[in-house]
Nanobody, 124 residues
Framework: VQLQASGGGLVQAGGSLRLSCAASGRTISGYGMGWFRQAPGKEREFVALISWSGGTRSYEDSVRGRFTISRDNAKNTVSLQMNSLKPEDTAVYYC??????????????????WGQGTQVTVSS
């Protein structure tokens, strides 16, 4: 499966962006999906995950209440709505698929397919 992330950009603090992850080559309807991010000089970190049905969602503490993950299995897409953005949210954001678990985990080691990343820059 190929994953293509898009929607990043430059936004002022307090603004919003919506990231999209489009899958091709295979349906992702049975896969757990996640979003991760990596800031310069830092390790890749978990942001949000969603189960195959959308019934289970989980967020990293610093984004809970500001970010919302969703999926549309009919369109083979996963999205991340990011509101009230802060400068510390600046990073490259990656979507990923866990093909073994319908309810994925927060560990990047458990994901099998990754998108190429989309840059999010939040100015103060």
């Amino acid at each position: 499966v190929q994953l293509q992330a898009s929607g990043g950009g430059l936004v002022q603090a307090g603004g919003s962006l919506r990231l999209s992850c489009a899958a091709s080559g295979r349906t992702i309807s049975g896969y757990g999906m996640g979003w991760f991010r990596q800031a310069p000089g830092k390790e890749r970190e978990f942001v949000a995950l969603i189960s195959w049905s959308g019934g289970t969602r989980s967020y990293e503490d610093s984004v809970r209440g500001r970010f919302t993950i969703s999926r549309d299995n009919a369109k083979n897409t996963v999205s991340l709505q990011m509101n009230s953005l802060k400068p510390e949210d600046t990073a490259v954001y990656y979507c990923a698929a866990d093909v073994e678990k319908m309810i994925p985990t927060t560990s990047s080691l458990n994901y099998h397919y990754w998108g190429q990343g989309t840059q999010v820059t939040v100015s103060s």
